[in-house]
């Protein structure tokens, strides 16, 4: 596996800057339609670009989204251990928690790690592994409800 670090990096879209900012709880928003009602972003963006609030490289490695509540940033990593589910203070980028939810890295010829963008809905996340590992933490310290294994538990089979 390749161990170089993902970085997220929020370059100023008022998300960092503001825990007012609407929340974007799953893959594609609220609606899952791409369009964000928050109101705060810069419009027209500076001359050079907005501005850069703070880098996390402790998010691992992967192609995970991002799922944004409450001033808290959402997504997943691979790391040495497996893949995590990983949670950022959204105004101070420091990683607050992170539950590994699958001992295995999803690895194939186009990338390694995760795909999946969590979804956060009440008091719960929930996320699938690249090997196929659905699982439901609690939103608060990411403690684990319950997982399933759609290979291992349901007869699924992961695609390459």
């Not at 800057?17 to 928003?29: E, H, I, K, V, Y």
């Not at 992170?98 to 995760?114: F, K, L, Q």
Request: aromatic share 8%; charged share 20%.
């Amino acid at each position: 596996m390749n161990k170089s670090p993902l970085t997220i990096s929020l370059l100023g879209l008022a998300l960092a800057a503001s825990a007012l900012a609407a929340d974007w709880p799953q893959w594609r928003g609220p609606n899952r339609n791409d369009h964000s009602p928050d109101k705060s972003i810069l419009a027209p963006w500076p001359a050079g670009g907005p501005k850069q609030h703070w880098v996390s490289k402790e998010a691992g490695l992967g192609y995970s989204g991002f799922s944004i509540v409450a001033g808290r940033l959402y997504t997943m990593g691979a790391m040495d251990d497996g893949e995590h589910v990983v949670c950022v203070d959204v105004a101070t980028g420091k990683k607050l928690w992170s539950a590994r939810v699958d001992d295995r890295v999803y690895e194939n010829n186009w990338g390694n790690g995760p795909r999946c963008t969590p979804t956060v809905a009440g008091e719960n996340i929930y996320a699938v592994s690249g090997n196929g590992r659905l699982v439901c933490l609690e939103l608060n310290g990411g403690k684990p409800v319950w997982s399933v294994d759609f290979v291992k538990d349901l007869g699924g089979k992961i695609q390459n």
